[in-house]
């Protein structure tokens, strides 16, 4: 049985968007309003991706929000006389003109053709309240995705708007830009914004949803870079399509999770949202490759990955090897990985992803060929993380920064991560006898933690623990903490160096010759600030 067709994708028709517009907003139809309605109860199932409690809570509804997302997000079939109702100025007929309700048949009921859904978020220029067009979700329609569905706002999306970073440049590049949502964000903080994707279903959703949030931004069909060659910009972020995918055939899985011999094998498994079609992990490797040609002096690429770990080597290998000609060609890189699974918890979480379960025909099948085509490879492991590209604004040595860092702490991770950028930046361009003149500052979120043993006075081990950004727990030694805890921006590192090797008679080449190093990591990870 073949996978469940897809609708048309939306249509940005700009007579009838102004009444969409004018209705979603007399219908209070935003994210707090929705809370408001379903209750604690029933939102946190919908995270849960339970929707039971919340058709609950909203069934019966008249209020026009209520009735709104019942329809457009949660699946729910309507009156025609309910949407009439819940749309005044764009009506039925409308609403089907621009391809997002299935007009009804006499005495039958209306039905969604794709998700309209609130969205809220506050990033370093403050609140945001738009409205983001995706396909249905398995949620809504209890069927497995199509390999050409368009997601929504899902965890990935919101993690890549959460660490980029937001100043004001001319000019961004959202590659991969599936629906379109790095490209709304960019568009608060850049004059020009450029969007690409290989979908052209995807490109037809994020203009319809640039349009109706009044929001400009250059849309171009194609495969990763290709669209934009020979163009630069100061920031390009990417959530590309970085799950690893076998390329050998099993059967896709049909509306209900059932293998379809209808199929193509060579398009098992594949997503266009979220899979590049090529083997293992190497889509990111090209990127990364063709990637430094399009990024200006100063700027700043942001991206997500996953990468595979095997057992004889680090987990950075890949990075490593993928980001070596951007170093060679003088950028900075740094790969921070926040996660790392087993091949069989790969496979089972991506498979829940397209909407196969355990229960299905289709699951055990496609575990296999999952885990048969990891063990080709000799995959222990996958991480996922971020991966980041400077082009410092003067020629400079490449430099890679890989670290393991699960935690996050309070305050804007975007901040955190763009200082800790010019933080590097800045140190490579420094020597040491220019860095020991510096006279930092601990950061203010920074906190000293002693370990010891009961009883006892000396401390077993002393860690500067960060409260903001990736709350970092670093070791240092008794004289490092007493450098870190005199740098109040009044005296040199020299100086204080000094003064610390003065009160425990130790030799002071040594001492700088240990602790330079340790000091330059503490600024680049913000611990000290200049």
Same mark, same amino acid.
């Given at each position: 049985m073949p996978a469940r067709l897809l609708p048309p994708a939306p249509r940005a028709l700009p007579h009838l968007l102004p009444a969409l517009r004018a209705d979603l907003l007399a219908a209070d139809y935003t994210v707090p309003r929705i809370e408001q309605l379903l209750g604690p109860v029933?939102?946190?199932? /919908?995270?849960?991706?339970?929707?039971?409690? =919340?058709?609950?809570? +909203?069934?019966?509804?008249?209020?026009?929000?209520?009735?709104?997302?019942? +329809? %457009?997000?949660?699946?729910?079939?309507?009156?025609?006389?309910?949407?009439?109702?819940?749309?005044?100025? $764009?009506?039925?007929?409308?609403?089907?003109?621009?391809? !997002?309700?299935?007009?009804?048949?006499?005495?039958?009921?209306?039905?969604? %053709?794709?998700?309209? *859904?609130?969205? *809220?978020?506050?990033?370093?220029?403050?609140?945001?309240?738009?409205?983001?067009?995706?396909? $249905?979700?398995?949620?809504? #329609?209890?069927?497995?995705?199509?390999?050409?569905?368009?997601?929504?706002?899902?965890?990935?999306? $919101?993690? /890549?708007?959460? $660490?980029?970073?937001?100043?004001?440049?001319?000019?961004?590049?959202?590659?991969?830009?599936?629906?379109?949502?790095? =490209? !709304?964000?960019?568009?608060?903080?850049?004059?020009?914004?450029?969007?690409?994707?290989?979908?052209?279903?995807?490109?037809?959703?994020?203009?319809?949803?640039?349009?109706?949030?009044?929001?400009?931004?250059? +849309?171009?069909?194609?495969? !990763?870079?290709?669209?934009?060659?020979?163009?630069?910009?100061? !920031?390009?972020?990417?959530?590309?399509?970085?799950?690893?995918?076998?390329? #050998?055939?099993?059967?896709?899985?049909?509306?209900?999770?059932?293998?379809? =011999?209808?199929?193509?094998?060579?398009?098992?498994? #594949?997503?266009t949202y979220r899979d590049g079609g090529r083997d293992g992990d190497t889509l990111l490797a090209a990127l990364l490759r063709d990637l430094p040609a399009h990024l200006r002096p100063g700027g700043t690429a942001v991206m997500l990955g996953n990468w595979e770990i095997s057992p004889e080597e680090g987990w950075e290998a890949h990075p490593r090897i993928w980001t070596a000609p951007a170093r060679e060609q003088g950028l900075h890189a740094w790969v921070i990985q926040r996660e790392r699974t087993d091949p069989a918890e790969y496979a089972a979480t991506w498979a829940r992803d397209g909407g196969v379960t355990p229960r299905d025909a289709a699951w055990e099948p496609m575990i296999t060929r999952w885990l048969e085509d990891f063990a080709s490879r000799d995959v222990e492991g996958i991480g996922f993380g971020y991966l980041m590209l400077r082009r410092p604004e003067r020629p400079a040595a490449g430099r890679l920064v890989a670290e393991e860092e699960t935690g996050t702490g309070s305050g804007t991770l975007a901040e955190h991560l763009r200082a800790s950028l010019d933080a590097l930046e800045q140190l490579e361009a420094m020597d040491d006898a220019s860095f020991l003149a510096l006279r930092p500052s601990r950061a203010a979120d920074v906190v000293e933690r002693r370990h010891l043993t009961p009883g006892e006075w000396d401390p077993m081990l002393i860690e500067l623990v960060q409260g903001g950004g990736l709350a970092r727990a670093v070791p240092v030694s008794t004289s490092l903490a007493a450098t870190v805890g005199a740098c109040d921006g009044t005296l040199s590192l020299e100086q204080i160096i000094a003064a610390v090797c003065a009160l425990t008679d130790a030799d002071p080449a040594e001492v700088r010759a240990e602790e330079v190093p340790r000091l330059r990591e503490l600024v680049r990870q913000g611990v000290l600030q200049l």
């Open positions: 029933a939102a946190r199932a /919908l995270q849960r991706e339970d929707p039971a409690p =919340a058709r609950r809570a +909203l069934a019966g509804a008249t209020d026009p929000c209520a009735v709104l997302y019942s +329809l %457009l997000t949660l699946g729910g079939h309507h009156s025609e006389a309910e949407v009439a109702a819940a749309l005044p100025h $764009l009506g039925v007929d409308g609403a089907a003109q621009l391809g !997002l309700l299935e007009a009804a048949r006499p005495g039958g009921a209306v039905r969604a %053709l794709v998700d309209l *859904s609130p969205y *809220s978020a506050t990033d370093d220029l403050g609140e945001i309240r738009w409205w983001i067009a995706s396909d $249905l979700s398995e949620l809504a #329609t209890g069927a497995p995705l199509h390999p050409e569905h368009v997601l929504g706002v899902g965890g990935a999306s $919101l993690t /890549l708007a959460r $660490l980029t970073p937001r100043v004001g440049v001319d000019s961004v590049l959202d590659l991969g830009c599936g629906g379109g949502i790095q =490209a !709304l964000h960019a568009s608060r903080h850049a004059r020009r914004v450029v969007a690409t994707d290989v979908s052209a279903r995807a490109l037809a959703f994020a203009a319809f949803t640039a349009a109706l949030n009044g929001i400009e931004i250059e +849309l171009r069909e194609g495969s !990763l870079l290709e669209p934009v060659a020979g163009e630069d910009f100061d !920031l390009i972020v990417s959530n590309p399509p970085f799950v690893i995918t076998p390329r #050998t055939g099993a059967p896709r899985p049909g509306p209900r999770g059932e293998a379809s =011999a209808e199929a193509s094998p060579a398009e098992a498994e #594949t997503f």
